[in-house]
Nanobody, 128 residues
């Protein structure tokens, strides 16, 4: 089993920044890719960003490219999502997830079904 706990969400004004963290414990491994997803109010969960096990490869949704940065510290079993230039449309519950396969490619990275472990989420609200 793998446990994922997100933190760092909150209320921020338009143009502001937040840094989300996802702490992993249990049978986790730096072999596996990690992803961030979000679910806006009344909408389906959507892909935000993913990072390979080593951290050398990343992939972003077009909506956040250039504003968000995903990173990981394998020594601390933690994944981060630095969010800058936040917009009202970034308002959502943010979830981290661990992919069930050690393989990373841009085609699979956004596929929710390939992620076997999920955190409980942290709320991000961007006010205008």
């Amino acid at each position: 089993q793998v446990q994922l706990v997100e933190s760092g969400g909150g209320l921020v004004q338009v143009g502001g920044s937040l840094r989300l963290s996802c702490a992993a414990s249990g049978r986790t491994s730096s072999t596996y890719s990690m992803g961030w997803f979000r679910q806006p109010p009344g909408k389906e969960r959507e892909f935000v960003a993913a990072i390979s096990g080593s951290g050398s490869n990343t992939y972003y949704a077009d909506s956040v490219k250039g504003r968000f940065t995903i990173s990981r510290d394998n020594a601390k079993n933690t994944v981060f999502l630095q969010m800058n230039s936040l917009k009202p449309e970034d308002t959502a519950a943010y979830y981290c997830a661990q992919k069930s396969s050690p393989y990373f490619n841009n085609y699979d990275a956004p596929r929710i079904s390939l992620y076997g472990y999920w955190g409980q989420g942290t709320q991000v609200t961007v006010s205008s």
